[in-house]
């Protein structure tokens, strides 16, 4: 029972110090709690103050960050600026030295210029000087002048008489060239009608036209340019003839008897003779120098090769070429 109490005791006793202890506890707690929730309430608008000024500073750093990059690109144009700059500084340069270059040039070519006018100037006093001769004498050439048309109106005058009697001179020579050639004429006749009467009629010799025709086997042998052993005696009758009717011919006609040598188509081509002109030029020279040989004087005789141009029938038969093969002679004037 004693125990009961004291322990009643003890416990009634110690529970008021613990109230107050829990109390006191109590109160530090509420007290902690409210320095808490003041201290709360001022970080907190501590907090919002500061979440407001990292926005501010946020956004000036976003500002900055802005004008960072602005202040970059107008950097980088001003360095591009610069380099242009720099580039058309350097042209610049380069450009003033050109016409550095040009100045002094146009100085030079402004000196030379200089120089050469006052050449031009001498040279215009010295063409004045020059005029003035040039005006004196295109005077004293123009006295010339008319003194020569004066002598060139009496040239015209006598020259219309100098053309009248040249017209008139002309006349008598056409009339005397005329007569020569009538006379020629007369002797050619007299000539071919003797021959005619010598000859005969034969079939190897015929006129054709104003000249006598031999054919070509008549005096020669075939691609041959020699006279052959008949053929004298064929010529004969022409030497004859010639020699008649030479010394009646005057002086003042300048005959000739032309001996022309022809050949067929066909072509030769031998060691002697390459080819028809020359058998043709050589047959007409061996009848030439038959003709000296028998006196008829080599001035008035003449020899001529036509080849196979000269055709009198332009068949294709042995007649034809028979007839092409020819030597001709004919009297003529030179």
């Known amino acids: 029972m004693a125990l009961s109490r004291r322990s009643r005791q003890s416990t009634i006793n110690i529970w008021p110090g613990f109230v107050d202890a829990l109390a006191q506890l109590l109160m530090v707690i509420i007290f902690v709690l409210l320095i808490f929730t003041v201290g709360q309430f001022y970080l907190s608008g501590a907090v919002s103050t500061r979440d407001l000024e990292i926005k501010k500073l946020t956004q000036q750093l976003n500002s900055l960050t802005e004008m960072l990059g602005l202040e970059r690109r107008a950097s980088d144009e001003l360095r591009m600026n610069v380099a242009t700059l720099g580039a058309q500084a350097q042209q610049a340069s380069r450009d003033k030295d050109a016409l550095a270059a040009k100045l002094a040039q146009a100085n030079a070519d402004a000196q030379a210029q200089a120089q050469q006018l006052s050449e031009a100037q001498g040279k215009v006093a010295a063409g004045d000087a020059t005029i003035a001769t040039l005006n004196e004498n295109v005077q004293a050439l123009r006295q010339q002048l008319e003194e020569l048309s004066k002598a060139l109106d009496l040239a015209q005058s006598q020259n219309k008489e100098q053309q009248a009697q040249i017209a008139d001179l002309g006349n008598k020579l056409n009339i ?77 006609i300048n005959w000739i008897l032309e001996v022309d040598g022809h050949t067929d188509v066909r072509p030769i081509a031998t060691p ?13 020279v061996s009848v030439i120098k038959f003709l000296i040989d028998q006196g008829i ?38």
Request: net charge neutral.
């Open 176 to 252: 005397a060239l005329a007569a020569k050639v009538e006379e020629l004429a007369k002797y050619r006749s007299e000539f071919f009608g003797r021959l005619k009467q010598i000859l005969g009629d034969r079939p190897d010799i015929r006129v054709v036209g104003d000249r006598f025709v031999f054919q070509s086997e008549v005096l020669f042998d075939p691609g041959n340019a020699d006279l052959g052993a008949g053929a004298r005696q064929k010529l004969d009758p022409v030497v004859s003839a010639l020699k008649q009717i030479e010394s009646s011919i005057p002086d003042n």
């Open 297 to 334: 004087p080599a001035q008035h005789l003449a020899a001529a090769g036509f080849g196979e141009w000269q055709p009198l029938d332009k068949g294709s038969t042995e007649d034809a070429y028979r007839k092409n093969r020819r030597i001709e002679l004919r009297l003529t004037q030179h």
């Open 272 to 284: 002697q003779f390459h080819s028809n002109w020359e058998l043709s030029t050589a047959r007409a």
